[in-house]
């Protein structure tokens, strides 16, 4: 994919309401016009990379990026699980992330445990490939630096 590795910044919105409650596995959602604004060779699929939220640490992150199939959904969208664990909610907060890899093409489950598993497969996936000295350098970049989010809010 050429347009890797891919920067974007938007909005924390509401989402389903299943990544945290259903799944155990909270998720950042962006807003449609982010999801929109993707490149066409980011397919759908389960990409990894690294997350910031406001001007907080950088962590490694998975996400999704479709119409969950085992969910059916009709809209499609870009849910971002950070690998950290955050004590409060950050609607509102402005997530700003770096794909720089791809793990597999979305798809159905027979069942919630499956796709539960297959999740956690990701993310551990996720976790080792961001360890390569290639990736653990991205993490770095001043695309993450705080004054780049208060620009962007216009301070």
């Known amino acids: 994919m050429r347009s890797l590795p891919y920067y974007c910044r938007g909005e924390v919105v509401r989402g389903f309401g299943r990544g945290s409650k259903e799944l155990g596995i909270p998720t950042a959602n962006f807003p449609e016009t982010v999801v929109d604004n993707l490149p066409g060779d980011i397919t759908t699929g389960i990409y990894y990379g690294w997350a910031s939220v406001g001007s907080r640490d950088v962590h490694k992150m998975v996400m999704s990026i479709g119409w969950n199939p085992y969910y059916k959904n009709i809209k499609k969208s870009m849910e971002t699980h950070i690998i950290h664990t955050f004590k409060e909610d950050f609607y509102g907060e402005i997530l700003s992330i770096v794909i720089v890899g791809y793990i597999r093409a979305e798809k159905s489950f027979d069942s919630l445990d499956s796709l539960i598993t297959?999740?956690?497969?990701d993310i551990?996936?996720?976790?080792?490939?961001?360890?390569?000295?290639e990736y653990q350098s991205m993490?770095?970049?001043?695309?993450?630096?705080?004054?780049e989010n208060k620009i962007m809010n216009g301070h």
């Not at 551990?124 to 000295?133: G, H, M, T, V």
């Open 124 to 133: 551990s996936e996720a976790k080792e490939k961001l360890d390569l000295p």
């Open 118 to 121: 297959a999740i956690y497969s």
């Open 139 to 147: 993490k770095d970049e001043n695309f993450f630096r705080p004054i």
